[in-house]
């Protein structure tokens, strides 16, 4: 069983960064697909990002050349750095751990249905 917990939300204002940190126990995140995802309030849950074993990532359309996805296989722990922030960027930011099966596949499905993901971190941006 898999603990994901992230962290590192906040407020800021537009054009602002934050960095947002998952730590993960119980899996290995060297092994595994890890990314985010994120949810507006009355909107879908929308995948942000995913960091395949083999280093390679993909980013919603919407945050490409704003947002990088980043781990530390040696803390067990993810990062999400998003830079230039909107006010659309605001939602609660989650992480998840894809053990059973290819991250690619949670993205194409979404990019949200992680085997485990945490309770999130709230992200919001004024204009």
């Known amino acids: 069983e898999a603990q994901v917990v992230a962290s590192g939300g906040g407020s800021v204002q537009t054009g602002g960064s934050l960095r947002l940190s998952c730590v993960v126990s119980g899996y290995n995140t060297a092994s595994y697909g890890v990314g985010w995802f994120r949810q507006a309030p009355e909107k879908e849950r929308e995948g942000v990002a995913i960091?395949?074993?083999?280093?390679?990532?993909k980013y919603a359309d919407s945050v490409k050349g704003r947002f990088s996805i980043s781990k530390d296989n040696a803390k067990n722990t993810l990062y999400l750095q998003m830079n230039n922030l909107k006010p659309e960027d605001t939602g609660m930011y989650f992480c998840g751990i894809e053990p059973l099966w290819d991250v690619g596949l949670v993205w194409r499905r979404g990019g949200w249905e992680y085997q485990y993901r945490g309770q999130g971190t709230q992200v919001t941006v004024s204009s």
């Open positions: 960091l395949d074993t083999d280093g390679s990532t």
